[in-house]
């Protein structure tokens, strides 16, 4: 079976996409032009940013119904991203808090796309 290491999201504008990414992510992507971006992460998953008004055939769903995930190695760390992301002015759609897989909070990219960032549980709750 194939392993999956590649995730487009529709947007709007790949170009802002592109520099909220950039920022988020910490790098810069490999390939940019006004309808994609590309990012290529240390671990060589991709994420592509795509013009939704050029995806054929046409996109039908709203951005917010998946999220991409963040993993982070502590919950100090989750708290550390999610105060950044707060003074960047990010949309936090849901404050840190402990939930049964570990601890999370929930944030938006400027199309509504979520992004979750968590430290996994050691230990069940």
Request: aromatic share 10%.
């Amino acid at each position: 079976m194939h392993t999956p290491n590649f995730n487009i999201l529709y947007v709007a504008n790949p170009t802002e996409s592109a520099a909220f990414y950039g920022d988020i992510l910490g790098c810069k992507p490999v390939e940019s032009s006004p309808g994609f971006a590309m990012f290529v992460l240390d671990d060589g998953f991709k994420l592509g940013l795509w013009l939704k008004n050029a995806v054929r055939p046409p996109v039908s769903a709203e951005a917010g119904g998946s999220e991409m995930i963040l993993a982070c190695d502590s919950n100090d760390e989750v708290d550390r991203v999610h105060n950044a992301w707060k003074l960047k002015g990010i949309a936090i759609l849901q404050a840190p808090e402990t939930m049964e897989f570990g601890y999370t909070f929930t944030a938006a990219d400027p199309d509504g796309h979520r992004l979750r960032v968590y430290c996994v549980s050691e230990s069940p709750m």
